[in-house]
């Protein structure tokens, strides 16, 4: 697969919309929806080597939107109409260009994956493709007020974003366009351009929020339809001489230590572990790589944070987590209500939702002989269904 840019247009003013303020900025799952389409264009390919964000204004809307975001990004301010801010998005990738460009509407937060990779597949035949869905109702003309004649639905489709292209190809279309130039989206710039076209199925939850009714939907689709994730998380980390040792985020006077990169709480990692497989993100090697020196010695209530704002990110909720710890010693029982208290503190649930046990092995094996400390979680995470 070749190198992948993705352009995100929010420099619209949503006056159909008619809120206080533009609708890319309007709150959707305690984010704005600018954010959300940002996300959820990531989560549909991973890979993405820049994403670009063309905004109206440059002012804290947009800051605070592109906080923590884990991806690139380059922003850039749009122009009077949507192609001239395609335009000014595009212009942006010509230094350095990329293989394959996406397009994609701020205002469209939910994208998904499978239309991600049908576009891919389809970009390895097509200079262009975007996904299409069909008409269900009757649909007839209109001519002052009057209903007309009826219009073949078999013959019209409708259009979503993203739209995909092959940079090479389209961006020489986006650099001729005069100063007041519209489309209705961008493959009627690439038709306009003679390039071929493909199409892929689209999907219903990618819908544009358009009217203030649309927002509505995008908020009950977050909780509306919901399905349980269970992750697990394995960690075990060896003994090694000292005093104290970290524990479930707190320090315990063992008379020995943990070895390991970080502060080797064998606990919050399969704790973190846990969160991340039910978020199906890899694991906690993939989030803090162990050859990075940034995280030599960091507390592993890091980690753990970073666990919960992703699932935060992905509109999720941390229902419970269970934790057994698998040692001879120390004894955990006499901190066991301090360590699911730092928990539930990091994960920001209820204690009640926090569980922590202990078992020995009876002296066997490595837990058994003292050699090293064993960790096994679970964690439920409530994540909408729409999700992918
Ligand atoms: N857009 C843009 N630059 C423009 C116009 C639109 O970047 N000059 C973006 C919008 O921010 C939106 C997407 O293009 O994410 C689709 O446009 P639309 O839904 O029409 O949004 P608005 O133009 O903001 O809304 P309206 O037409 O109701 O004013
Ligand atoms: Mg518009």
Redo the contacts with the bound molecule.
């Keep these: 697969m070749g190198k992948v840019a993705q352009i995100l247009?929010?420099?619209?003013?949503?006056?159909?919309?008619e809120g206080d303020i533009?609708?890319?900025y309007a709150s959707l799952g305690g984010k704005t929806i600018l954010r959300q389409s940002l996300d959820h264009l990531k989560l549909a390919y991973p890979e993405t080597a820049l994403f670009v964000i063309?905004h109206?204004e440059n002012d804290s809307r947009l800051s605070s939107s592109l906080e923590g975001f884990p991806g690139k990004t380059i922003t850039t301010p749009?122009?009077?109409?949507?192609s001239?801010?395609?335009k000014a998005g595009m212009r942006i990738l010509a230094d350095d260009p990329p293989d394959f460009v996406f397009i994609h509407?701020?205002?469209?937060p939910y994208v998904s994956q499978r239309v991600m990779q049908d576009m891919l597949r389809s970009l390895e035949t097509h200079q262009a493709t975007a996904p299409v869905l069909p008409i269900v109702d009757a649909v007839k003309t209109i001519d002052g007020g009057k209903l007309g004649e009826d219009v073949p639905r078999s013959q019209i489709r409708r259009i979503q974003t993203p739209q995909g292209f092959r940079y090479k190809d389209i961006w020489p279309a986006y650099k001729e366009m005069s100063g007041t130039e519209n489309h209705s989206d961008d493959i009627a710039v690439a038709r306009t351009a003679g390039l071929s076209i493909g199409t892929v199925y689209g999907d219903e939850k990618a819908f544009?929020?358009?009217y203030p009714e649309d927002l509505e939907k995008a908020r009950n689709m977050l909780t509306s339809k919901t399905y349980m994730a269970t992750g697990s998380g394995y960690d075990v980390h060896r003994i090694e001489k000292g005093n104290t040792l970290w524990l479930c985020g707190i320090e315990i006077e063992a008379g020995f230590s943990l070895k390991g990169h970080s502060d080797a709480d064998v606990g919050l990692h399969a704790l973190t572990d846990a969160i991340f497989g039910a978020l199906a993100e890899g694991d906690i090697g993939d989030h803090f790589p162990p050859d990075d020196p940034q995280w030599k010695g960091a507390q592993s209530h890091v980690f753990l944070s970073h666990a919960k704002d992703r699932v935060k990110h992905r509109n999720g909720q941390i229902m419970h987590v269970d934790l057994t710890l698998i040692c001879e010693k120390p004894k955990i029982k006499p901190h066991r209500e301090q360590m699911r208290n730092r928990i539930a503190d990091l994960l920001e649930i209820p204690i009640g939702k926090v569980s922590v046990k202990a078992t020995t092995t009876e002296q066997l094996g490595f837990t058994g002989r003292g050699e090293g400390i064993a960790a096994q979680a679970s964690a439920s995470v409530r994540l909408p269904e729409y999700d992918g």
């Design positions: 247009v929010a420099a619209g003013k949503g006056s159909r919309f533009p609708k890319q063309v109206a749009g122009g009077a109409t949507r001239l801010s395609v509407d701020a205002a469209r544009k929020i358009t």
